[in-house]
């Protein structure tokens, strides 16, 4: 839940800074962590912002990366002074929370997969043959 802001920065400024932030295996196909649906709360009270995200996995390698590079690009907005990102676990995250835009980005064409499941299936078959 995204919740509304006081005078000052925007909600609106703060997401578009946050929408120009990238998990690093999400990056190549520009998907945001707010369209992957990290994005859980983020309050602003006057110069401080605080963001609370979740993670696609609490075994996220790039978590630290991600909190590092949130707090950095909001910081650059004119006005802010002080940027708490916080990881919360009280709502685990799932591919129902990625925006349209994240689904289309991050699907396989079915063209590129059908060879893969092609040379899964001759891999196993060979398998097979040879037990």
Not at 37 to 42: D, T
Request: proline share 6%; charged share 25%; net charge negative.
């Amino acid at each position: 839940m995204l919740e509304p802001t006081t005078a000052g920065i925007g909600h609106d400024e703060v997401m578009a800074a946050l929408r120009r932030c990238y998990d690093p295996c999400c990056k190549e196909r520009q998907v945001s962590v707010v369209d992957m649906g990290l994005v859980e709360r983020v309050t602003v009270d006057g110069t401080q912002v605080g963001i609370d995200i979740i993670l696609t996995t609490g075994w996220c390698p790039f978590a630290l990366h991600l909190l590092q590079m949130m707090e950095e690009e909001v910081k650059r907005l004119p006005g802010v002074e002080h940027v708490q990102v916080n990881i919360t676990w009280d709502t685990p995250w799932s591919p129902e929370r990625m925006s349209a835009l994240a689904r289309e980005r991050l699907r396989l064409p079915l063209e590129q997969l059908l060879p893969l499941r092609e040379a899964r299936l001759r891999s196993v078959q060979q398998e097979v043959r040879n037990d």
